[in-house]
């Protein structure tokens, strides 16, 4: 069983950057690959970014590329999404989930436990 608890959603303007946190109860916290997926009001839950369970390889969507990056500290048994240069199209829901698969997937039904969600708002 893995409990994962996200923080840092907020309110910034557009162009501005926030880190999110999710922090994952458990000691087998370092098996797992980790993501991160969104959902925008009215919309889809859509992936965002992977990792896999060493770190050792990534996986962003196209339309963050370049703008976000997925860290992990195994030590800490947290995940992070670093997200720069936001814009008012990445308001939305943010979502972290644990994946017993090793590897980085951008499939919400790889995923088998899921936080809560923090809410980011990007004004314009």
């Known amino acids: 069983q893995v409990q994962l608890v996200e923080s840092g959603g907020g309110l910034v303007q557009a162009g501005g950057s926030l880190r999110l946190s999710c922090a994952a109860s458990?000691?087998?916290?370092?098996?797992?690959?980790m993501g991160w997926f969104r959902q925008a009001p009215g919309k889809e839950r859509e992936f965002v970014a992977a990792?896999?369970?060493?770190?050792?390889?990534?996986r962003y969507a196209e339309s963050v590329k370049g703008r976000f990056t997925i860290s992990r500290d195994n030590g800490k048994n947290t995940v992070y999404l670093q997200m720069n240069s936001l814009k008012p199209e990445d308001t939305a829901v943010y979502y972290c989930?644990?994946?017993?698969?090793?590897?980085?997937?951008?499939?919400?039904?790889?995923?088998?436990?899921w936080g809560q969600g923090t809410q980011v708002t990007v004004s314009s």
């Open positions: 989930a644990a994946s017993s698969n090793y590897f980085a997937s951008s499939y919400d039904y790889d995923y088998r436990y």
């Open positions: 458990g000691r087998t916290f370092s098996s797992y690959a």
């Open positions: 990792m896999s369970w060493n770190g050792g390889s990534t």
